[in-house]
């Protein structure tokens, strides 16, 4: 079998999607997510100029081979663009490989280690009263876990605040959106806001919260100290990890756990940090993170250290990621927890999939592959429509993390 053509899908129903489509001589193709919030274009034209030129007479069996091709031979290693591309072929390649076999990836990887993937959702408020709400709303849906976020008096434009009441799209304007934050009266308000929801909906729900790095190292051991009565989940993206050593200083003043790496594109972005202890959950994910492939090296290393896997699942990642996601965590020895944001309807019909959602678990489904195929002729009726992340600034204009 070789790889006769591969072609970059670009669609846009509700955001944009970047899908990476691998065929072969057989008939059988594969796709990939390569979807890059904000940036999108950046990773097309690496796929179209300097990836794909490279695939065409290969064997997609030899994963493991084109994965190490395409990462050491670039010379340029690593980088959010460069391992999204990676990830796009590694993902189509395990697709075409599951197809070939007729078996879904999960058992390809080894078989599954659990009967369903342990999922949470996003409950969102304006003010404490109608997180509580939103919160219960999930639970009333089968959610055994929930991340609760919710606006901030006197703070514009809070992290994590949905527009809408089920779908957070942050992506939303041609130009970055200027938010502004005030650390001082979210270090105040968070632990408000826990503590009415554990009084509304008692101890037994788990309950997660992102700080969506806006805290420095100290602010953020103050928070998951003053977080402790409440017992999250974990408490995600404290601090900026470019330096891990910055979560020693977190570590030594809270028992909160500790959740990171959404951002991250490698195995050394968070090595240290697994290696050391400093965090409970490694967030990394399929799709900007290498594929598959890489995500099984990192998720390895952090078995041993007793670090779980939580990856990224936000709407920015389509169903293709999401479908090789839950068939990467139903096999993942090492298993937390998976982000599952909802689709809208229009997302879902451009990219049909087997995976299903029930009493707070998913499950990929049984069909050979990562189990989600992509609609082209529906895809090509959502044109790109460029969009990029907000930024922040604290309330004396400095640039801050957003």
């Not at 670039?74 to 959010?80: D, E, L, M, S």
């Not at 402790?228 to 570590?251: C, G, H, S, V």
């Not at 670090?307 to 990621?321: E, I, K, M, Q």
């Not at 998913?362 to 989600?372: A, E, K």
């Amino acid at each position: 079998m070789k790889i006769t053509k591969a072609r970059v899908i670009v669609t846009c129903p509700g955001r944009n999607f970047v899908t990476l489509k691998i065929e072969t001589d057989e008939g059988v193709h594969g796709i990939g997510d390569a979807t890059l919030n904000g940036r999108e274009k950046a990773v097309v034209a690496y796929l179209e100029d300097h990836v794909i030129p490279l695939l065409i007479g290969r064997d997609p069996a030899r994963i493991e081979d084109i994965w190490q091709y395409l990462y050491r031979g670039a010379y340029w290693r690593r980088g959010p663009v460069t391992m999204s591309a990676i990830a796009a072929v590694d993902t189509a390649l395990w697709d075409i490989k599951g197809k070939v076999a007729g078996l879904p990836v999960y058992e390809l990887l080894g078989g599954a280690s659990r009967d369903g993937v342990m999922v949470y959702g996003h409950a969102n408020g304006n003010d404490i009263a109608h997180t509580v709400d939103e919160v219960g709303r999930y639970i009333e849906m089968g959610y055994k876990a929930v991340r609760a976020q919710c606006a901030i008096p006197g703070v514009k434009g809070t992290y994590g605040v949905a527009k809408g009441t089920m779908y957070y799209e942050p992506a939303d304007s041609a130009l970055p959106e200027e938010t502004v934050w005030n650390t001082p009266a979210y270090l105040n308000f968070a632990p408000e806001l826990f503590e009415a929801l554990r009084i509304a909906h008692g101890p037994d729900i788990e309950l997660l919260h992102d700080v969506h790095h806006r805290l420095t190292p100290i602010e953020a051991a103050r928070l998951g100290k003053a977080l402790e009565p409440y017992r999250l989940f974990w408490m995600e993206d404290a601090t900026p990890a470019e330096n891990q050593e910055a979560f020693k200083l977190i570590r030594q003043h809270t028992v909160t756990p500790l959740a990171v790496g959404e951002i991250f594109n490698s195995i050394h972005d968070c090595r240290e940090l697994i290696q050391n202890q400093l965090i409970d959950y490694i967030r990394t994910t399929v799709v900007h993170a290498g594929g598959i492939t890489h995500l099984r090296r990192i998720a390895d290393l952090a078995a041993l250290y007793q670090v779980r896997t939580g990856s990224h699942g936000a709407t920015d990642l389509s169903p293709a990621c999401m479908g090789a996601a839950l068939n990467f965590d139903l096999w993942v020895p090492n298993f937390g927890i998976q982000e599952y944001m909802r689709h809208t309807p229009e997302t879902d019909a451009v990219f049909p999939h087997a995976y299903s959602f029930s009493d707070g678990f998913m499950h990929p489904g049984d069909l050979p592959g990562i189990g989600v195929d992509i609609d082209e002729e529906l895809a090509a009726k959502y044109e790109y429509d460029p969009k990029q992340l907000p930024i922040a600034r604290l309330q004396d204009g400095t640039l801050w993390n957003w």
